[in-house]
């Protein structure tokens, strides 16, 4: 079987990618798992041995790659569940890779409503949930290290990007939080930074999944956490904030490199996000797990969701199934089985178990 090699650039990346590399190489693959550098002269050592087959699960590892001379194709994952950026699908190569996988299914209509015609995405899942399905816990050894009251809700903020050019984004929130018992801060992998600043946990392994676990009750903004938590049928409360960084109505620095045409992008900015605060880029359907609130007036929120710990709502439950396909454990299985089939026949082949 030919040679894929696995290429990350940030915690993120790398924690997306990890379950179906571990799969692949278990199953006898001949597979490497290797982080691209900024600089090209960091890559030699990388650049001698690498195959024409990469998996990415962020455009900047691709870029650092063609910098230093790689040519090849190239199979994307997503790295989150949240369809809410605006550049998810915008930018030219999402639309060049040899596979794109859909994380659920409100991706998949993302990608319809920009590019019609595309015809290499598939439903693959996330690759991290299959580690978060098998996550186990001591709940009394962790409450007991963090300073947490096991008997009461455990309270987890764990907040989107945005905090390093954003003093009203992120994790910059937590101020209005810091009254809450029980509270514990993931920050986002890009703002670890931030951290010792607001007394948050950096996770040693880049990953947030026994902490989604621990908590009762997870407190985001427009973070791919919301989903997350919710296929483990925890109680989730979206912060309504006055933008998000890499949301519209952001107008995005980057230029030149648009699949999507002015116009198009012009009808976006006209929407009101003070009535459709989590309206979805490109498609006319809004992420809202049905239990949102200003951080000013987060406490009503909480009330709320401490009545109802450990159910769903019907909209928490339909969010998290369009944002993740079959969420069974099995999503890095059909992923490889869904690679190899390419890789055989070069043809992309839908795989539902």
């Not at 993120?12 to 090209?40: C, T």
């Not at 015809?119 to 693959?124: E, H």
């Not at 621990?214 to 919710?230: F, G, H, P, R, T």
Request: net charge positive; proline share 5%; glycine share 6%.
């Amino acid at each position: 079987m030919q040679k894929i090699d696995f290429i990350y650039s940030t915690p993120k990346g790398y924690s997306s990618i990890l379950p179906l590399f571990q799969l692949m190489k278990n199953n006898g693959w001949d597979v490497e798992l290797s982080k691209v550098h900024k600089h090209s002269f960091r890559n030699r050592k990388l650049m001698k041995g690498i195959s024409n087959l990469i998996i990415i699960a962020y455009d900047q590892p691709l870029y650092r790659l063609q910098n230093s001379g790689w040519k090849g194709q190239y199979i994307y994952i997503e790295h989150g569940l949240s369809p809410m950026k605006y550049y998810t699908y915008k930018y030219n190569f999402f639309h060049k890779s040899a596979i794109l996988f859909y994380p659920g299914e409100v991706f998949k209509r993302k990608m319809e409503a920009i590019n019609p015609d595309f015809k290499n995405g598939l439903l693959g899942g996330y690759p991290k949930i299959d580690d978060l399905l098998k996550v186990e816990i001591n709940k009394l050894e962790m409450c007991e290290k963090l300073g947490l009251d096991s008997k009461k809700p455990i309270i987890l903020f764990a907040p989107s990007w945005g905090g390093k050019r954003n003093k009203d984004a992120g994790i910059h929130n937590v101020k209005y939080l810091q009254h809450l018992e029980n509270l514990i801060i993931v920050p986002h992998s890009a703002d670890y930074r931030l951290a010792k600043k607001y007394g948050a946990i950096v996770p040693t392994d880049g990953n947030i999944n026994q902490f989604l676990h621990l908590a009762d009750i997870i407190i985001s903004d427009v973070s791919s956490v919301l989903a997350e938590a919710s296929i483990l049928k925890k109680q989730v409360i979206q912060m309504i904030l006055p933008n998000y960084p890499g949301c519209f109505p952001e107008v995005d620095k980057r230029k030149g490199d648009s699949w999507i045409s002015d116009e198009r992008l012009e009808q976006e900015m006209k929407t009101d996000r003070k009535l459709r605060p989590f309206k979805i880029p490109y498609v006319d359907e809004d992420w809202d797990f049905g239990n949102s609130s200003k951080p000013q007036e987060i406490d009503l929120a909480i009330e709320n969701a401490v009545k109802n710990i450990n159910q769903i709502s019907d909209k928490q439950n339909y969010w998290t199934e369009q944002s993740c396909y079959k969420y069974d454990g099995k999503t890095s299985q059909r992923m490889m089985k869904m690679i190899e089939h390419f890789i055989k026949t070069d043809e992309k082949k839908q795989i539902e178990e």
